[in-house]
């Protein structure tokens, strides 16, 4: 992980939902461990994906590869030329995160919920893993493995 990461993990697709939209999916994942889930709205006319395949995701605060804030940029101005995170991974995403919950019942348990123009993150699974996330905007970045 580099310094500008605040979350990696790989995921395998459960199911698709395409019923709502032309051209934006629902994907549910989880990781392998099934610890952590993921509901997430994908633009399947940019980046198609099938149930079973397996998708490495990263949610970083920059796209600097040295992990340098983006401070005064914005993000189309990122790169410049220069090489960024976004060249390792096929679908990338700028986003703010709106809300976090915690379940009364498990105090181990935080839910995150992230808005990239309107295309929705959701994301459940440990405290301990998913507490960086807990600043204003963040970049989603995802390949398949």
């Known amino acids: 992980m580099s310094d500008a ?3 990696e993990e790989t995921f395998t697709i459960q199911s698709i939902n395409a019923q709502k939209y032309d051209r934006v999916s629902r994907i549910a994942a989880a990781t392998a461990s099934g610890d952590i ?5 994908v633009n399947t006319e940019l980046y198609p994906l099938a149930t079973g395949d ?3 995701l ?3 605060s920059t796209l600097s590869n040295d992990g340098t804030k983006d401070e005064g940029k914005g993000w189309r101005d990122v790169s410049k030329g220069e090489p960024t995170l ?5 679908y990338v995403c700028h986003g703010k995160i709106y809300r976090f919950d915690s379940q009364l019942i498990n105090k181990n348990i935080i839910k995150v ?4 123009g309107g295309l929705l993150l959701y994301l459940e699974g440990p405290y301990k893993k998913l507490t960086p996330l807990r600043i204003d905007y963040v970049y989603l970045l ?3 493995t």
């Open 5 to 7: 990461s605040l979350f």
């Open 37 to 41: 889930s993921i509901t997430l709205d």
């Open 54 to 56: 397996a998708v490495h």
């Open 58 to 60: 990263l949610l970083a």
């Open 86 to 90: 976004a060249d390792h991974y096929e």
């Open 113 to 116: 919920f992230v808005s990239f």
């Open 142 to 144: 995802m390949r398949k």
